[in-house]
């Protein structure tokens, strides 16, 4: 390009007599080119501007790895400035439990210059965590130079607890393509072309040789072809410059657009001697206007279709736009006060016209970006409303005003109940000059134009730039393609390689790629869903595409169909997702939900869900079988629609209304259309609330047979009552006669020592009788009464011995114990065989003494009982442990029998302790 400014510098000399003529031309030219710069420049204004209003979390860091911007959906989202977050205080707002993990990934992608992807969790402004999906990638400048990361962040806590929503990404309207260098050509006076470079065989799809002469003509566009030959050969007769854009149609088909323009090259003498000029490829230009006037028409769409009023104004503050909403709050239609300034007609309430005009200087002085006010307005009717403002200022690079957009939404019902009113009104008068000055020369003139036209290229590649990486950080893969066919590709972003290992180019060049990768049980549906929903606008189609590995993914494709203003469809703009985690999730709760089933199916008994309207949610198999019903027909009806026996009802009530959670009870149910149990039936119905309960689910296990079972063991155990009593009664008299009979036999024996012994004999029979006796008198035979039997073995053994409570004091310290016969007889023989000796031999000569009888159970572990007297004692020379005695040996057989050990202190009398361990038969 450089080298064209170099000759077109050599020849300027020859053109200084046509640089009057040229003006006029070049500045209608210039003008154009003007408009169209500042257009492209609106839009990445507006590209901008929706960067900082899309859902999605953005942030950049420089060459250090320190992050040195946030759009403002991220500080919308932490609640935290842009100071707070500016290099590392972004990672303040990550989990605890995350953060380590998430700072070493960063880490490492940087230094290795490669893509990330984590998920973490992250503190939004009312201090939740959510989860997000951190997508970032490298930046490179025009030179390749390393520039630092870019990331984005989504939200995708739903995802985490597989329940209903998932994301949906803002769409890109308008795509920039690249500007190719420019063609050089020359001709002679005639206009037969001599000279061409290869950039201009290029563009136009033809060899050199085939250029030279008219060859160049054949390759013209038909549709363009008579124009352009009319607008050179018209520059040739009147010697002024060609100026013209016109299409090459090449061999391969595709079209070519380009700016053509040429001077003539004069001798000294000024006769023309031929003409040198430019093609310069302007394909991506006009579909770059192309794709801006599909995407205007897209924001316009989503505009007029929004719940706020849109008024858009021009740097005059005249209405520029005034969407449907806004013809719905103030009464007026667009053509109405489209072009008007507020104070040419009555909109702004008159006390608060001041208040307004504050806001919008601040706005206009570079004060405020942006505001929000709340003012009163009037309608086309004359009313008053009261509206809230959200005004923002658009400006291009050079900090020159583009425009002013004002998002009104009518609050008049909420500040009606408001004690205090904010008045905005105001007027924006925006005064911009503009000044072109004459330009000196034709030189100076092609030299601006060559560096605007530099910048402009500049900024395009590093708004594309951008835009791809976006792209490349988002999940979401935003594509374009055919309305009709096969729906071939015609564009898709960088990041499908992310998402199913491909290129884009195997989607572009490919027509068929999309088609042939789609699952081949998907494909039938595909074609029929996208040929019968594009009635309307949008669709949302899932399937499996086959991916670079040879795995098969689901994905969530959203389709819309874009028209031309005929509503001729144009082509199909979309996005796609990968939502196989989702489908995964689906189906293993599909599969959860059917082993529930089952298993509910299977419980022996009816199961049935109700809410608290008492209406059935849910049966098992069980209970419709049992109303020979199906499952579905209890769906959505109330209890007592099965059958009036079906006494559940009361049941149901009282556990709604009571603050239980979960209860239990045994009902009766008679269903004479059970043909499997016609006969009452007995059920254990356990009930269970959930939900916050707003319902609950109800368990009936027939218990019929258990139930009949009981009552047979309890009358069988009433039969063994009365037989078992029946035999203490016997076992008692029997023990009674022997006892009876020793003492009638102790009449006729007068041996001393041979009647001590027929007395010790008839002593432990009568203990033994008392303990039948006790088990007949109780009702519950298991257990004795330790201290009832206690004090009548202990009075009748004073009675045996001929003592009174006036010579003998017995003391009984006895507690509440209850034991099994097995246990109370051992005990009983050795009280007998103690209480005896004290009573025989501990006070021979003393008219007076203390009997201690103590029974205890300690720590309910262990019992201790004890005997002891005021005796004499054991002489000091006596073994008692060695006895021939009788009686002490049977205590010590009966001590051991028990399983514990007995002790004896000879220091007061005679003092025996017996420890036995208390077993699960002591009560």
Request: aromatic share 10%.
């Amino acid at each position: 390009m450089y080298r064209i400014i170099e000759t077109l510098q050599q020849r300027i000399n020859l053109l200084e007599a046509e640089i009057d003529r040229l003006l006029d031309s070049r500045k209608t030219e210039l003008t154009k080119r003007q408009q169209v710069e500042i257009a492209l420049t609106e839009s990445e204004e507006r590209f901008r501007s929706i960067t900082n209003s899309i859902p999605v979390l953005l942030r950049m860091s420089d060459t250090t790895g320190k992050c040195n911007f946030f759009n403002q959906t991220w500080l919308d989202f932490t609640g935290r400035t842009f100071e707070q977050e500016i290099n590392s205080g972004w990672t303040q707002s990550l989990h605890p439990e995350d953060c380590q993990k998430s700072v070493e990934t960063y880490i490492s992608a940087f230094h290795k210059r490669q893509s990330f992807q984590m998920e973490y969790r992250f503190r939004r402004a009312d201090g939740e965590y959510r989860w997000l999906l951190d997508t970032g990638a490298p930046r490179f400048s025009l030179d390749g130079s390393f520039a630092g990361y870019i990331g984005s962040c989504i939200d995708i806590t739903d995802r985490k607890w597989a329940e209903d929503g998932l994301y949906q990404s803002e769409r890109l309207y308008a795509t920039l393509t690249e500007v190719s260098p420019v063609g050089f050509f020359r001709t002679d006076v005639e206009g037969k072309n001599l000279y061409c470079n290869e950039r201009s065989c290029e563009i136009a799809g033809i060899t050199p040789v085939e250029c030279l002469g008219y060859g160049w003509i054949k390759n013209l566009h038909p549709e363009d072809r008579d124009r352009v030959l009319s607008e050179w050969n018209q520059a040739i007769q009147t010697e002024q410059i060609f100026s013209s854009e016109y299409r090459f149609l090449r061999p391969d088909g595709t079209v070519k657009w380009v700016f053509g323009q040429a001077v003539a090259e004069r001798e000294d003498n000024g006769t023309i001697v031929s003409y040198i000029g430019t093609i310069t490829d302007i394909t991506d230009r006009k579909q770059a206007e192309a794709k801006l006037e599909t995407a205007y028409q897209q924001l316009t769409f989503h505009v007029e279709n929004s719940p706020l009023a849109v008024i858009e104004w021009d740097k005059h503050f005249r209405v520029k736009r005034w969407s449907k909403q806004a013809e719905k709050i103030f009464g007026w239609r667009e053509e109405e006060v489209l072009g008007l300034h507020p104070n040419e007609w009555k909109i702004v309430f008159v006390d608060e016209v001041e208040i307004v005009n504050g806001l919008l200087i601040r706005l206009l002085t570079g004060m405020e970006s942006r505001n929000t006010s709340y003012n009163r307005n009037y309608t086309k009717e004359g009313s008053v409303i009261y509206c809230e403002w959200y005004n923002s200022v658009l400006f291009d690079s050079a900090e020159n005003l583009i425009s002013i957009q004002s998002l009104v939404q009518d609050v008049s019902d909420r500040k009606c109940a408001e004690t205090a009113l904010q008045q905005l009104a105001g007027e924006l008068e925006i005064r911009v000059q503009e000044r072109t000055q004459e330009l000196a020369s034709i030189v100076k003139l092609l030299q601006q134009e060559i560096a605007e036209r530099e910048q402009a290229q500049k900024e395009l590649l590093v708004v594309k730039e951008r835009l791809q990486y976006l792209l490349s950080a988002s999940p979401t893969v935003i594509y374009s393609c055919k309305a009709e066919g096969n729906y071939a590709t015609t564009f898709i972003s960088d990041n499908i390689a992310v998402l199913l290992g491909y290129k884009p180019t195997d989607f572009v060049e490919e027509s068929s790629f999309w088609i042939n990768g789609i699952h081949p049980e998907d494909v039938p549906r595909i074609f029929t869903e996208m040929m019968s929903n594009f009635g309307g606008r949008k669709h949302i189609l899932e399937y499996r595409f086959l991916d670079a590995f040879g795995n098969y993914l689901w994905l969530q494709n959203d389709l819309t169909l874009v028209r031309d203003p005929a509503g001729n469809p144009l082509e199909i703009v979309g996005s796609m997702i990968d939502i196989t985690a989702k489908k995964l999730a689906e189906s293993a709760l599909l599969a959860a939900k059917e082993q529930l089933q089952a298993v509910i199916d299977a419980v022996p008994g009816f199961v049935y869900w109700l809410g608290v309207d008492r209406r059935f949610l849910g049966v098992n198999r069980q209970l419709a079988l049992m109303f020979n019903l199906s499952p579905d027909a209890f769906v959505g009806k109330e209890v007592g629609f099965i059958n009036p026996n079906f006494n559940c009802t009361d049941f149901i009530d009282v556990f709604f209304t009571s603050s239980d959670t979960s209860t239990s009870q045994e009902i009766t149910l008679t269903l004479a259309e059970n043909r499997l149990f016609p006969q009452p039936r007995t059920y254990l119905v356990v009930a269970q609330k959930y939900n916050q309960e707003q319902a609950a689910i109800f368990v009936g296990i027939d218990i019929t047979e258990r139930k009949q079972g009981e009552e047979q063991i309890k009358a069988s155990l009433k039969e063994k009552e009365v037989l078992l009593k029946e035999i203490h009664h016997r076992v008692k008299n029997n023990l009674q006669i022997i006892s009876s009979l020793l003492k009638l036999q102790s009449k006729y024996i007068k041996d001393s020592e041979s009647m001590e012994l027929f007395i010790d004999s008839y002593n432990r029979i009568r203990s033994m009788a008392l303990i039948h006796e006790n088990l007949y008198r109780t009702t519950d035979l298991a257990r004795i009464d330790t201290a009832e039997y206690i004090r009548k073995l202990v009075s009748n053994l004073s009675s045996s011995y001929g003592f009174s409570s006036k010579t003998i004091e017995v003391k009984l310290e006895i507690d509440s114990i209850f034991l099994d016969i097995d246990t109370a007889i051992p005990c009983g023989l050795i009280i007998n065989e103690l209480v005896s000796n004290a009573f025989k031999y501990a006070f021979p000569q003393v008219k007076k003494g203390k009997v201690l009888v103590s029974f205890q159970l300690i720590n309910n572990s262990h019992f201790i009982l004890r005997v002891s007297d005021t005796g004499v004692g054991f002489p000091p020379t006596f073994d008692w442990e060695q006895t021939e005695s009788l009686g002490l040996q049977l205590v010590l057989n009966l001590t051991e029998q028990l399983g514990g050990n007995i002790e004896l202190d000879r220091s007061s009398g005679t003092d025996f302790q017996i420890c036995f361990a208390k077993n699960t038969r002591h009560q």
